[in-house]
């Protein structure tokens, strides 16, 4: 069981700078600022109304592995297995009736990036005067228990609600494995697709734990009693507290039809059984001139800035690979999806991730650049040859659709790809690393990947997963991470594992 005692000591050095808490003490922020003043801030901070957790706030569990998983049936064995470490799987001895030697199946590939790691406040009812729901020590009902909007019995013995609806949706695959793992997601195999190995394996406690203390988050507090007892968990570093200063322990209640109950903020955890720790990453609620905009904001705020990004794209005639290599990198983005595939549907989404894949991938691409950035990749020498050469065929990436006189088709699909370009442009600017080395001739000074960084490919492909076309659809990920693409009339059978999406196969490079 990891120590919930430093989760809460993250989240509150995280904490102090995202709401640039002052003290009046310090003219700046510094590791012995946070030392003398931690538990000042905390303090300050369980009494603040607009710290605490609302609807839609986003969860993690320690042990939530970032990849796909994998049961594999062969040779007489079930195997399960993170899909970038087959080498720490685990097997069974066994193949049930119905499953074919030698099929492997994916799970959390397909998730639904809305659901997945999302907390839901089902139970405070009137918990403030602006009609916000905040979420309380009793939201902790799993998908797997109880479907969303489904009601069920309450559980006597636990003194929980009568009726209620999911509100812990899933937290992605579990890092742990064991052999039993095999049945349970078994058991539930459609769900466990979908959502990830999490749904069927999660096992929390009761109720979430909120500090015994705001003192104890910074380690001020005496602490000397087992609090691991109480809720029936082994160790798990958390003790009570003998802390006589009544101020360090003013937790926020709101009524719910339950009674009072504690309020959850980002020191809040909730045990898992099987020894991970959940802890809140997004509250909800954001801090902005001193006020607080809610998800749907962020929403319009993250939407305005895709469209920006589209609107500088102009698309104007160039007439060779020296010109294109000179416009902004988000254009030659778009222009890559656009003429690589015009299927909005699948095949310039399967385009655009496949160029993020490449991004990661540790197969040796040519690049024309040190540098492993959007702008290396695409430009690179013989690897896109939408962009090498101006094409036969018209509109293209060289002359975009934007006169009167192309067509609607390749005007919304030429809409798309800018979209999809600035959604990708976005995300790995966000996500990415700031290139510390020195700038090569031809480098651009923008984020770059480090090969293999599964961590930071997960983050760029959940947020690209969270965004839309144009015509409001989910953007999916549908060829896993395969990196190379040839168009169905020139595929040669190369590369392993080959799909088709749109115009092109999707295959690894070898």
Not at 125 to 140: E, H, K, Q, W, Y
Not at 193 to 208: F, Q
Not at 270 to 282: D, N, P, S, Y
Request: glycine share 8%; hydrophobic share 30%; proline share 3%.
């Amino acid at each position: 069981m990891a120590d919930i005692n430093e989760f809460r000591l993250e989240r509150a050095e995280e904490i102090e700078m995202e709401t640039l808490w002052d003290c009046h003490e310090h003219e700046y922020f510094s590791q012995e600022h946070i030392e003398q003043c931690l538990d000042k801030m905390m303090a300050a901070y369980i009494g603040d109304e607009r710290n605490y957790v609302v609807d839609g706030a986003e969860i993690e569990c320690s042990e939530m592995c970032k990849v796909s998983h994998c049961i594999k049936y062969e040779n007489g064995k079930t195997k399960l297995y993170n899909v970038t470490w087959e080498a720490k799987g685990i097997e069974r001895d066994y193949i049930p009736p119905g499953k074919e030697q030698g099929k492997a199946f994916y799970f959390g590939r397909e998730q639904d990036v809305t659901k997945v790691r999302r907390l839901y406040a089902l139970h405070a009812n009137g918990a403030s005067d602006n009609g916000i729901r905040f979420a309380t020590v009793l939201d902790r009902d799993c998908l797997r228990d109880v479907k969303e909007g489904v009601l069920r019995p309450a559980k006597p013995d636990a003194g929980m609600q009568t009726s209620c609806a999911a509100n812990i949706i899933s937290c992605g695959n579990c890092r742990i494995m064991r052999e039993s793992d095999i049945a349970e997601i078994e058991k539930r195999w459609d769900e466990s697709m979908k959502y990830g190995t999490c749904y069927s394996l999660i096992k929390p406690v009761t109720e979430w734990v909120n500090p015994p203390c705001a003192e104890s988050v910074s380690g001020n507090c005496d602490t000397n009693n087992s609090f691991a007892s109480d809720i029936g968990v082994g160790e798990v570093g958390v003790d009570t507290t003998e802390c006589n200063n009544p101020e360090h322990h003013k937790v926020m209640k709101f009524d719910t039809k339950y009674g009072q109950r504690e309020g959850l903020t980002m020191m809040s955890s909730l045990l898992c059984t099987r020894g991970g720790v959940i802890t809140i990453t997004f509250h909800g609620q954001i801090y902005l001139d001193g006020g607080e905009i809610d998800s749907s904001e962020l929403d319009s705020t993250m939407e305005a800035k895709i469209q920006d990004l589209m609107d500088s794209i102009e698309g104007k005639p160039v007439n060779s690979f020296s010109e294109i290599c000179n416009l902004s990198s988000v254009e030659i983005l778009a222009r890559l999806i656009y003429q690589e595939d015009r299927d909005m549907n699948k095949g310039q989404n399967a385009v655009t991730f496949s160029i993020v894949n490449r991004l990661f991938s540790n197969a040796n691409f040519l690049i024309r650049t040190k540098s492993n950035s959007i702008y290396s990749v695409i430009t690179g020498l013989n690897q896109y040859e939408s962009l090498g050469r101006d094409s036969n065929r018209t509109p293209n990436s060289y002359r975009p659709p934007i006169s009167e006189s192309d067509s609607d088709m390749e005007k919304e699909a030429w809409e798309n790809a800018k979209r999809l370009a600035a959604i990708t442009f976005i995300a790995v600017e966000e996500y990415g690393n700031t290139n510390e080395g020195v700038l090569e001739n031809g480098d651009r000074n923008e984020k770059i990947i480090k090969k293999g960084d599964m961590e930071a490919y997960q983050q760029i492909i959940e947020f690209m997963e969270q965004q839309e076309d144009i015509n409001g659809q989910p953007i999916k990920n549908e060829i896993d991470m395969r990196d190379s693409l040839m168009g169905q009339n020139s595929y040669d059978g190369r590369g392993r594992e080959p799909i088709v999406k749109g115009g092109n196969y999707f295959f690894w490079y070898e």
